[in-house]
């Protein structure tokens, strides 16, 4: 193994992956108690200290996987003042604060960009930061993804009728274990099923941000 390389990636990785995720949780933490749940600050939740939010396997996940994800912030929906509509804020908050960290990224790219080098450390500036950018738009996508217990579920629940919410979870009671298995067939054995399966809509998604935040593919 190159331990060199190795520890270089975890280097250029970790900075976007602490980012992405803290701010991802402390965004649900911080809507929910906007609209009346303290659950997330009673629980010591509702900070921007990563360690607050790391999960072990997820954040191994992130690390040297295809995808990953934090602990989940704990929201109690009874509390919040409009518990359905507001269980959309809630769940929306987290992707769309990984589009903003991605935009503020991009801007920072973008200033960036003029006064680069050849010098390794600009190098490694403009490579971490463009790191950063992919994570948080992969972690804005993931989790959009409507499967229990990402935020696309929640978000797809708040606008499904309470009649059809045991239909919805009784026909993705089984999803879940097998998107698990699939991450870990192409993390632990290199069998890109999950790549197949989610490549044709992500790359369509992250092309389409990097439009909007480059006005054009430059990463």
Not at 97 to 124: E, H, K, W
Not at 204 to 219: E, M, R, S
């Amino acid at each position: 193994m190159d331990i060199h390389g190795f520890l270089m990636g975890l280097f250029i990785r970790a900075p976007g992956i602490l980012i992405g995720i803290t701010i991802h949780e402390y965004a649900h933490g911080l809507v929910a108690l906007w609209r009346g749940d303290a659950t997330a600050k009673q629980a010591g939740r509702l900070s921007l200290n990563p360690l607050a939010h790391l999960d072990v396997f997820g954040t191994l996940m992130l690390l040297f996987g295809p995808f990953g994800w934090a602990k989940p912030v704990p929201v109690n929906y009874y509390n919040l003042n409009k518990p359905k509509r507001d269980m959309i804020l809630v769940a929306v908050a987290g992707p769309v604060s990984n589009i903003a960290c991605a935009v503020l990224i991009g801007i920072a790219i973008r200033f960036c960009s003029p006064f680069l080098n050849d010098s390794m450390n600009t190098q490694y500036v403009f490579i971490i930061l463009k790191t950063a950018f992919v994570i948080n738009i992969g972690l804005s996508f993931f989790n959009l993804l409507p499967i229990p217990p990402l935020d696309g579920s929640n978000i797809l629940m708040g606008f499904l009728p309470h009649a059809r919410i045991p239909d919805y979870l009784r026909f993705m009671r089984h999803l879940p274990m097998v998107f698990l298995v699939l991450i870990l067939l192409q993390w632990g054995f290199n069998i890109p099923i999950l790549n197949w399966i989610l490549d044709p809509l992500f790359m369509p998604y992250y092309n389409f941000w990097q439009f909007i935040i480059f006005g054009g593919k430059v990463l």
